[in-house]
Nanobody, 126 residues
Framework: QVQLVETGGGSVQAGGSLNISCSAS????????MAWFRQYSSKKREGLAA????????NYADSVKDRFTISQDSTKGTLSLQMDRLKPEDTATYYC???????????????????WGQGTQVTVSS
């Protein structure tokens, strides 16, 4: 049973930065995908970026490209999201997700992830 815990959310003014982290425990697979998603108050969910434990190409959602950076420490099972030049429309609850995956292609399709964290709130004020 994989457990994910997100930390580091909070409130920031537009143009500021935040770094959120996800700590995973109970990982038994050496090859897996971890991803960041966010859910707005409207309940709409958006996939932001995903990374494979073996590394490889990372695709970002257009809405966060060049502002957000996903990184991982696969030796520790941690995932981070550095968020720069934040905008009020980035306000959401941010979730990390995990799925064992032999291949190195990781998607930001929520239906492909079984394990989820509890989420951390990020609020950006104008």
């Amino acid at each position: 049973q994989v457990q994910l815990v997100e930390t580091g959310g909070g409130s920031v003014q537009a143009g500021g930065s935040l770094n959120i982290s996800c700590s995973a425990s109970g990982i038994k697979s050496r090859r897996y995908c971890m991803a960041w998603f966010r859910q707005y108050s409207s309940k709409k969910r958006e996939g932001l970026a995903a990374v494979h434990s073996a590394g490889g190409l990372i695709n970002y959602a257009d809405s966060v490209k060049d502002r957000f950076t996903i990184s991982q420490d696969s030796t520790k099972g941690t995932l981070s999201l550095q968020m720069d030049r934040l905008k009020p429309e980035d306000t959401a609850t941010y979730y990390c997700a995990f799925e064992a995956r032999p291949g190195t292609l990781c998607a930001t399709d929520a239906s492909q992830y079984y394990y989820w964290g509890q989420g951390t709130q990020v609020t950006v004020s104008s």
